[in-house]
Protein backbone atom coordinates (compact mmCIF):
# COMPACT_ATOMS: atom_id res chain seq x y z
CA UNK A 1 0.00 0.00 0.00
CA UNK A 2 3.05 2.54 0.79
CA UNK A 3 3.99 2.08 -3.10
CA UNK A 4 0.64 2.58 -4.37
CA UNK A 5 0.24 6.02 -2.36
CA UNK A 6 3.97 6.88 -3.71
CA UNK A 7 2.61 6.22 -7.26
CA UNK A 8 -0.62 8.03 -6.66
CA UNK A 9 1.15 11.06 -5.26
CA UNK A 10 3.29 11.16 -8.47
CA UNK A 11 0.03 11.32 -10.42
CA UNK A 12 0.49 14.30 -13.21
CA UNK A 13 -3.30 14.44 -14.25
CA UNK A 14 -5.93 15.61 -12.22
CA UNK A 15 -8.43 13.46 -10.17
CA UNK A 16 -10.48 15.54 -7.91
CA UNK A 17 -11.21 12.32 -5.41
CA UNK A 18 -7.64 12.12 -4.96
CA UNK A 19 -7.51 15.58 -4.13
CA UNK A 20 -10.31 15.81 -1.79
CA UNK A 21 -9.18 12.43 -0.10
CA UNK A 22 -5.55 14.64 0.50
CA UNK A 23 -7.91 17.35 1.73
CA UNK A 24 -9.80 15.28 4.27
CA UNK A 25 -6.40 14.39 5.29
CA UNK A 26 -4.95 17.41 6.16
CA UNK A 27 -8.35 19.03 6.93
CA UNK A 28 -10.72 16.95 8.77
CA UNK A 29 -14.29 18.01 9.15
CA UNK A 30 -14.16 18.96 12.77
CA UNK A 31 -11.18 21.34 11.65
CA UNK A 32 -12.65 22.87 9.12
CA UNK A 33 -15.70 23.52 11.12
CA UNK A 34 -13.62 25.60 13.17
CA UNK A 35 -11.85 27.19 10.82
CA UNK A 36 -14.91 28.48 9.11
CA UNK A 37 -16.23 29.30 12.85
CA UNK A 38 -13.41 31.65 12.99
CA UNK A 39 -13.52 33.75 9.95
CA UNK A 40 -17.64 33.92 10.64
CA UNK A 41 -16.26 36.20 13.07
CA UNK A 42 -13.70 38.01 10.95
CA UNK A 43 -16.56 38.63 9.06
CA UNK A 44 -19.27 39.85 11.56
CA UNK A 45 -18.95 43.61 12.76
CA UNK A 46 -18.21 44.09 16.40
CA UNK A 47 -21.29 45.39 17.48
CA UNK A 48 -23.33 42.83 16.10
CA UNK A 49 -24.52 39.18 17.30
CA UNK A 50 -23.89 35.74 15.61
CA UNK A 51 -26.53 36.03 13.56
CA UNK A 52 -25.85 39.11 11.38
CA UNK A 53 -23.03 37.16 9.50
CA UNK A 54 -26.24 34.58 8.23
CA UNK A 55 -28.55 37.37 8.13
CA UNK A 56 -26.06 39.01 5.77
CA UNK A 57 -23.54 37.26 4.19
CA UNK A 58 -22.64 36.67 0.62
CA UNK A 59 -20.59 33.43 1.94
CA UNK A 60 -17.36 35.41 2.34
CA UNK A 61 -16.09 33.02 4.86
CA UNK A 62 -17.24 29.86 3.05
CA UNK A 63 -15.13 30.94 -0.06
CA UNK A 64 -12.05 31.99 2.50
CA UNK A 65 -12.18 28.47 3.42
CA UNK A 66 -12.46 27.03 0.37
CA UNK A 67 -9.68 29.04 -0.77
CA UNK A 68 -8.07 28.36 1.48
CA UNK A 69 -7.92 24.36 1.08
CA UNK A 70 -7.43 24.81 -2.76
CA UNK A 71 -4.16 26.92 -2.37
CA UNK A 72 -3.25 24.37 0.30
CA UNK A 73 -3.56 21.29 -1.99
CA UNK A 74 -2.05 23.39 -5.21
CA UNK A 75 1.20 23.77 -3.19
CA UNK A 76 1.48 20.46 -1.93
CA UNK A 77 0.49 19.01 -5.69
CA UNK A 78 1.39 21.18 -7.84
CA UNK A 79 1.95 18.90 -11.02
CA UNK A 80 -1.14 17.18 -10.74
CA UNK A 81 -3.07 20.91 -9.78
CA UNK A 82 -3.96 23.48 -12.81
CA UNK A 83 -6.07 26.81 -12.65
CA UNK A 84 -8.75 25.28 -14.87
CA UNK A 85 -9.23 22.50 -12.17
CA UNK A 86 -9.95 24.78 -9.38
CA UNK A 87 -14.20 24.87 -10.33
CA UNK A 88 -14.03 21.34 -10.15
CA UNK A 89 -12.60 21.26 -6.84
CA UNK A 90 -14.58 24.09 -5.15
CA UNK A 91 -17.58 21.63 -6.16
CA UNK A 92 -16.14 18.41 -4.72
CA UNK A 93 -15.11 20.22 -1.51
CA UNK A 94 -18.60 21.90 -1.08
CA UNK A 95 -20.08 18.54 -1.62
CA UNK A 96 -17.57 16.94 0.95
CA UNK A 97 -17.66 19.70 3.40
CA UNK A 98 -21.83 20.52 2.77
CA UNK A 99 -21.97 23.62 5.85
CA UNK A 100 -19.43 24.85 3.36
CA UNK A 101 -22.22 25.66 0.75
CA UNK A 102 -23.14 29.15 0.56
Given at each position: MKYLRKYN?????FDVDFAIA???????????????????????????????YSEHSNGEAEDTIITHLID???????????DENEEILRKGIQTSYNFLNY
Open positions: ENIETKIQEQFPFEKVKEMLDREVIEWTPEDEDGSYWYSSKYPSSYS
